[in-house]
Nanobody, 120 residues
Framework: QVQLMESGGDLVQPGGSLRLSCAAS????????MSWYRQAPGKERELVAG????????TYADSVKGRFTISRDNGKNTVFLQMDSLKPEDTAVYYC?????????????WGQGTQVTVSS
């Protein structure tokens, strides 16, 4: 079955760094675009970063540009989010999403989320 398993969330101090991982299984990872979303209490889920299935073009929310980096390792079926210069407003549950097509239909898969808390 399809699985997306996030890991790496933790409590960190402002200005600190964290590296999130999302390990995928049950689908053709290399053909799927991958994204990271986040959701803070009382707020809508928002796109943080995305990476395409091909050459690996990336996109970022304005709020994280220059601080976060998304990457993927197709050999390990894993997508990463390197988070630097963390701010309290980065506190949220971070979710991994896979976006692709199978049998002519669009397929969207979500992970269970991992908590990131930025606090002193």
């Amino acid at each position: 079955q399809v699985q997306l398993m996030e890991s790496g969330g933790d409590l960190v101090q402002p200005g600190g760094s964290l590296r999130l991982s999302c390990a995928a299984s049950g689908f053709t990872f290399s053909s799927y675009a991958m994204s990271w979303y986040r959701q803070a209490p009382g707020k809508e889920r928002e796109l943080v970063a995305g990476i395409t299935s091909g050459v690996g073009n990336t996109t970022y929310a304005d709020s994280v540009k220059g601080r976060f980096t998304i990457s993927r390792d197709n050999g390990k079926n894993t997508v990463f989010l390197q988070m630097d210069s963390l701010k309290p407003e980065d506190t949220a549950v971070y979710y991994c999403r896979a976006d692709g097509r199978r049998a002519g239909l669009r397929r969207l898969h979500w992970g269970q989320g991992t908590q990131v808390t930025v606090s002193s």
